[in-house]
C-alpha cells in the first residue's frame, strides 16, 4: 500500500514516521525542509503536493479545517477515485461534512479521524483514533492508521469523530484548569502541590491533569511545549458550536471556554496549553509547587 501524509507538525512528525516503517509512505509539509528532514530520518518520500494524489491513502493533521479545507481543494483535480482521505487534524464536524461532499462528488472517501494521546501516544505509535464516516472506507485504511494508533473506535458518520475529539478537549480543559484553581488555594494555605497531589491522585479527584500534566510540567516548571494553548482553545471553541447544535445548557462548558480565551488572550497562543495555569499563578500571586 502506498500512503501519503500532509503536516509533519509536533503530531504529523512522529506519526508520519511509524507509517514510513510500514509502507511507502508520500510525505509533504509547507515547511519544505521538514519533510526532506522526515525522509532522511525514516525513509519517507518528500514530494510535491499533487504528488501525494499517488497514495492510496492520504493523512492530513493540519491545525484546523481551514487548511484541510484549502490543500483538498489544491489537491482535489489530482485525486484518483477509491482513494480515502483520513483527517487526523482536530476538526470542524460541519467543515468535515462539506469536504466530505466535494470529494465524494470523485469517488474519494474521507474519513474525519482525530487522534489523542499527545505527542508521547505520538511517537509511541499508541494514539487513540476516534473516526467518522463510512464503515468499509474505515476498513480499506485500517491497516494503515494501526501504524501509530493504539485503539481506533468508529463513532458514527463524517463529523462524528471531530465532535467526540472537541468534547473530550473539553474535559481535558476543564481537569486541568479546576485542577489548577484547587492546588494554588491548597498551595497559599501552606500545602505543598506534591503533597495534595499524591491524596488526589489516590482519590476521586484524579485525572490526566493531575496525575501526569501537573506533576510533570508545572511542579517541575518545566513547561515544555507539546500542544499550543492556541489549538486546546480552537477545540472549546469547536466544543462550543457541538452544544449549540444539541441546543441544551451546558454552563460549566461555556465557562471553560471562556477562561481559555482569557489565558489565549494572556498568556499567548503559543504557548505549551499546561501554560494556562500561569494565569492562576499570576491571580494567585503563588507558584503551585
Ligand atoms: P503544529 O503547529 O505542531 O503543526 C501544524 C502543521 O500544520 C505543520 O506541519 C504546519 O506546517 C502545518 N500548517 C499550518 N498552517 C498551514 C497551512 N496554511 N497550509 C499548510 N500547512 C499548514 O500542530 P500539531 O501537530 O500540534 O497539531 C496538529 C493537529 O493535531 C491540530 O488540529 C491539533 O489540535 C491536533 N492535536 C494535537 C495534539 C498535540 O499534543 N500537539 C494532540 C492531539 C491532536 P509548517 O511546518 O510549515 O508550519
Redesign the pocket.
Known amino acids: 500500500m502506498k500512503v501519503g501524509f500532509?503536516?509533519?507538525?509536533?503530531?504529523?512528525?512522529p506519526m508520519a514516521g511509524h507509517l514510513a516503517q510500514r509502507f511507502e509512505t508520500l510525505v509533504w509539509?509547507?515547511?519544505?525542509e521538514?519533510a526532506q528532514a522526515h525522509a532522511e530520518a525514516f525513509g519517507s518520500k518528500a514530494v510535491a503536493l499533487e504528488e501525494v494524489a499517488a497514495a492510496s491513502v492520504i493523512f492530513t493533521?493540519?491545525?484546523?479545517s481551514?487548511?484541510v479545507g484549502?490543500?483538498a481543494a489544491r489537491l482535489a483535480p489530482h485525486l484518483k477515485a477509491d482513494t480515502v482521505w483520513v483527517d487526523?487534524?482536530?476538526?470542524e464536524p460541519e467543515a468535515s461534512r462539506t469536504i466530505a461532499a466535494r470529494l465524494a462528488e470523485q469517488g474519494v472517501a474521507f474519513l474525519d479521524a482525530?487522534?489523542?494521546?499527545?505527542?508521547i501516544?505520538?511517537e509511541r505509535g499508541t494514539?487513540t483514533v476516534m473516526v467518522g464516516g463510512d464503515v468499509a472506507a474505515l476498513e480499506r485504511a485500517r491497516e494503515a492508521i494501526e501504524a501509530f494508533a493504539g485503539k481506533i473506535v468508529h463513532v458514527g458518520p463524517v463529523g462524528a469523530g471531530h465532535a467526540v475529539?472537541a468534547v473530550n478537549?473539553a474535559l481535558l480543559a476543564v481537569n486541568l484548569w479546576a485542577a489548577g484553581e484547587g492546588l494554588a488555594a491548597l498551595v497559599k494555605q501552606g500545602v505543598r502541590a506534591e503533597v495534595a497531589l499524591e491524596v488526589i491522585n489516590a482519590s476521586s479527584g484524579r485525572s490526566n491533569a493531575t496525575e501526569n500534566l501537573i506533576p510533570e510540567r508545572v511542579v517541575t516548571r518545566a513547561w515544555p511545549l507539546?500542544?499550543?494553548l492556541g489549538?486546546?482553545a480552537?477545540?472549546i471553541g469547536i466544543a462550543m458550536r457541538v452544544l449549540d447544535g444539541a441546543d441544551l445548557p451546558a454552563p460549566v462548558l461555556r465557562l471553560v471556554h471562556e477562561v481559555y480565551q482569557a489565558a489565549k488572550r494572556e498568556i499567548g497562543a503559543d504557548a505549551d496549553?499546561v501554560e494556562a495555569l500561569k494565569l492562576i499563578e499570576r491571580w494567585a500571586e503563588t507558584e503551585i509547587r
Open positions: 500532509i503536516g509533519l507538525g509536533a503530531m504529523g512528525y509539509n509547507r515547511t519544505r521538514k493533521c493540519l491545525p484546523t481551514r487548511e484549502e490543500i487526523c487534524t482536530s476538526g482525530p487522534v489523542s494521546g499527545g505527542t501516544g505520538a494514539l475529539k478537549n507539546t500542544f499550543k489549538l486546546l480552537k477545540d496549553h
